[in-house]
């Protein structure tokens, strides 16, 4: 790839800070010297040098989506502030080549004062759009922001999920060539984030994107490249999958082999189940104690498991018809529930238990040969699992103003504390060629609040775990 292709080049960058102990060594640091030299006296400085970035380089190419990782004060968040131009570099140079977008810190570009109109248009206007691109803009960046009357309303008011809203919604409207976010779609609620990874998905096809975050596997699912940041330098660069795996490592080892992220869980397990533990519904109970004659099998530790704050409880929310979709609407889905397999409907569910989901459909034509699927993803859009009913099942005549439905029962995993989604597609044809009447994204969305350690996307039951000395050792 020739050199025009370069969207940002980060050549050589060190980034000091000087660190004052006293507000008045800054002022003794801005008068001594002079002072000394008048002096003949042999001057000091009066405070210490932080090194926020030590020699950084590298090169980020048209139509790559590059992460950065790293802890906390490891200079990510600094980098980005230069490359963005917020921060000046001590030493080195930096060269960016397009209209950027970024989205950094929290409400960084905006005025609380002004209210979030206002705060569209300066804010835009500074990204390079002209008022007349803003005017036209408008209504389509308040409708992907979704924060109805609040738009009139200064944004201190705002929360800190609205203030995420409008500031993607406004760098999702002007056009930029490269996009840099810094950890801020961690505030966004579930149906906002999924919409802005639907966005990011569709804008790295072609363009650049900076991406920073603690999450290695945000990292490895969005990234074609990674950076790992430690102490303000670069300590390893390559496939987001090799870098994210000797990051983990590093960390693993930092904490003697302990685990962070389930450490993390552990804890959150502890603090949400005291709550959510309580508020089980009978579905969830009713779920948990179903008949033996369907249990092919349970983890040998769920009984404790489940009589223990470590029990995957999840809550489920209700079918929302009016989420983002697409398709011909010549048949239509009405309906998505969890039920337990007597075939009552959950409000919670335990992971690992047995669950049937529900796919409700209405036809507005005549359909010979519909097809019913279904996905889970988290919060970062990547698919955990799903299914379909093209392969196992008799074909299906539906006429016109008929309802008709899909059950898939299968055991619920265990998933890690968060939110996740259920997407839903109703097609018409094979799986090769076919026509899709309905495909909804978030139609259902589901809370884990709490979990044993789960080490993966998923946990799934243990049919059994044992640990014994081999014979003769």
């Known amino acids: 790839m020739s050199s025009d292709n370069v969207m940002i080049k980060v050549d050589s960058v060190n980034k000091h ?142 929360s800190s999920g609205m203030v995420v809203r409008l500031a993607f919604a406004v760098i999702a409207h002007v056009d930029a060539d490269i996009l840099v976010i810094d950890e801020a779609l961690s505030v966004g609620d579930a149906f906002f984030v999924q919409k802005c990874m639907r966005f990011l998905r569709n804008f790295m096809k072609d363009k650049t994107v900076l991406f920073v975050s603690h999450d290695s596997t945000a990292i490895t699912n969005l990234c074609s490249h990674a950076i790992w940041l430690e102490h303000g330098k670069i300590r390893q660069q390559g496939s987001p999958k090799e870098v994210s795996e000797q990051y983990l490592e590093a960390q693993f080892q930092s904490h003697d082999g302990a685990t962070p992220s389930s450490d993390a869980q552990a804890q959150g397990s502890m603090s949400a189940s005291s709550d959510s533990g309580e508020k089980v519904q009978n579905g969830a109970i009713a779920t948990a104690k179903r008949r033996s004659d369907v249990e092919d099998y349970h983890d040998m530790r769920r009984d404790f498991i489940n009589a223990s704050p470590l ?96 059950n898939f029962e299968f055991r619920m995993p265990t998933l890690p504390p968060g939110q996740y989604s259920f997407c839903a597609a109703l097609a018409e044809g094979t799986q090769e060629d076919h026509i899709q009447h309905h495909w909804i994204h978030d139609a259902l969305i589901i809370h884990s609040h709490s979990s044993f350690v789960v080490t993966g996307l998923i946990g799934i039951p243990m049919r059994k775990v044992s640990l014994g000395r081999i014979d003769g050792n």
């Open 17 to 158: 800070y000087q660190i004052y102990d006293k507000p008045n060594d800054r002022l003794k640091q801005f008068f001594m010297p002079r002072l000394n030299r008048l002096l003949g006296r042999q001057h000091h400085d009066y405070f210490k040098e932080f090194k926020a970035l030590h020699n950084v380089s590298f090169e980020v190419k048209k139509g790559e989506t590059v992460g950065i990782i790293g802890r906390n004060g490891s200079g990510k968040s600094t980098l980005l502030q230069m490359i963005c131009g917020t921060l000046t570099p001590t030493q080195g140079h930096i060269e960016t080549h397009g209209r950027i977008a970024a989205l950094l810190e929290l409400g960084s570009g905006f005025n609380p004062e002004f209210t979030g109109r206002e705060n569209v248009y300066m804010n835009a206007t500074v990204l390079g759009l002209t008022t007349q691109e803003v005017h036209d803009r408008f209504d389509s960046i308040v409708e992907f922001a979704d924060i109805g009357d609040f738009i009139d309303q200064p944004t201190k008011t705002y």
């Open 311 to 406: 029990r995957n409880d999840i809550e489920l929310f209700e079918f929302n018809p009016e989420a983002a979709s697409f398709g011909t609407r010549q048949a239509n889905i009405v309906g998505m529930t969890l039920k337990d397999i007597d075939g009552k409907t959950l409000s919670w569910v335990v992971g690992g238990e047995n669950a049937v989901l529900q796919v409700v459909c209405q036809s507005d034509k005549s359909i010979s040969s519909p097809i019913i699927g279904f996905y889970i993803k988290d919060r970062l859009g990547q698919t955990l699992f799903g299914d379909n009913t093209y392969i196992g099942t008799e074909p299906l005549a539906v006429e016109p103003g008929h309802q008709f439905c899909a």
